[in-house]
Nanobody, 119 residues
Framework: QVQVVESGGGLVQPGGSLRLSCAAS????????MAWYRQAPGKQRELVAS???????NYVDSAKGRFTISRDNAKTTVYLQMNSLKPDDTAVYYC?????????????WGQGIQVTVSS
């Protein structure tokens, strides 16, 4: 079994920064990909950023230049550094893990963590 736990959310003013962390543990070793999704009230869940085992990254257009995704050396912890935050970034952020390349979708998910950007 695999556990995925997010931390680091909270309330921040517009223009501020937050760093989200996500740790995957249990029966897992160096997953193929890890990602951050978010879901705002009344909107569909969207992929914010992803990072592959080899380090390749991908970002939603609204996050480019403001957010940075990274992984630790053991590759079971992923971070999302969010700068220049905007009210539109307010959402529940979910960490997702894709264990193997042949698994098409992310197969393990965290419970989600609230990020609120407001003055």
């Amino acid at each position: 079994q695999v556990q995925v736990v997010e931390s680091g959310g909270g309330l921040v003013q517009p223009g501020g920064s937050l760093r989200l962390s996500c740790a995957a543990s249990g029966s897992i070793f160096s997953p193929y990909a890890m990602a951050w999704y978010r879901q705002a009230p009344g909107k569909q869940r969207e992929l914010v950023a992803s990072i592959l085992h080899g380090g390749s990254t991908n970002y939603v257009d609204s996050a480019k230049g403001r957010f940075t995704i990274s992984r630790d050396n053991a590759k079971t912890t992923v971070y999302l550094q969010m700068n220049s935050l905007k009210p539109d970034d307010t959402a529940v952020y979910y960490c997702a893990v894709r264990t193997y390349s042949w698994i098409v979708e992310y197969d393990y998910w965290g419970q989600g963590i609230q990020v609120t950007v407001s003055s």
